[in-house]
Structure formats: structure tokens, C-alpha cells
């Protein structure tokens, strides 16, 4: 199981960029989906979550200016980047818990994408 993300740049103030995440392999499902953002110096932090069933939650920095969503069937996650602000800037990376089949069995296990890096110019 792998998770590719893209849609990363470089963007002004108030710009926009939309994030897309694709889980490939032998997957079963997927229930949580996320977004968490490491800007430098600082943690990675959680900046939005989806579930199977189409529930979400943001960071309280993002309300109102991300949205996250995604496409069950096409294992895919996306995120929608409006408004964005200088602080944006950070390498965002998608999660998400994976169920796969492997050996005879299913498996679930929490997968990390390669980041992609978001900056946005002031």
C-alpha cells in the first residue's frame, strides 16, 4: 500500500491550491483520511480529517478556508486550499488507516504520504 500526494506550490496571499491523495495497492477500505501540515521548526499538526462515512474536522486555524474531502471509490483524498495565508506554508503530508489484504488476511494499518510542499508568498 502506497500514498501519493500532490497539488503542492507556490502561491500569493490569498490564493488557492487543491491537494490529492491516492492510496494504491490491495486495499480493502479506508476509514480515517487526513491532512497534517509540518511547517519548519515547528511539529506536524493535524489540519483535517474525513471519515468513510463523510464526516470532517479541521483545525481551528483552517475553519472556513480548508475543505477536505474524498472519493471512497477512488481511494482518494482531497484537499481544497482557499484564502491562504503566509502561515500556510509548510510540507503537507496525507494519512490515512488503511485495511488491505495480505497472507489470507485483512490488515489495517496507518499509512503516511510523501508530503508535498505548500508555500505561499506574502
Known amino acids: 500500500v502506497q500514498l501519493q500526494a500532490s497539488g503542492g506550490g507556490l502561491v500569493q496571499t490569498g490564493g488557492s491550491l487543491r491537494l490529492s491523495c491516492v492510496a494504491s495497492g490491495s486495499i480493502r477500505s479506508s476509514n480515517f483520511m487526513g491532512w497534517y501540515r509540518q511547517a519548519p521548526g515547528k511539529q506536524r499538526e493535524l489540519v483535517a480529517a474525513t471519515t468513510r462515512g463523510g464526516s470532517t474536522d479541521y483545525a481551528d486555524s483552517v475553519k472556513g478556508r480548508f475543505t477536505a474531502s474524498r472519493d471512497n471509490a477512488k481511494n482518494t483524498v482531497y484537499l481544497q486550499m482557499n484564502g491562504l495565508k503566509p502561515e500556510d506554508t509548510a510540507v503537507y503530508y496525507c494519512?490515512?488507516?488503511?485495511?488491505?489484504?495480505?497472507?489470507?488476511?485483512?490488515?489495517?494499518?496507518?499509512?503516511w504520504g510523501q508530503g508535498t510542499l505548500v508555500t505561499v508568498s506574502s
Open positions: 494519512n490515512a488507516d488503511i485495511t488491505y489484504y495480505s497472507g489470507g488476511v485483512y490488515n489495517t494499518k496507518n499509512y
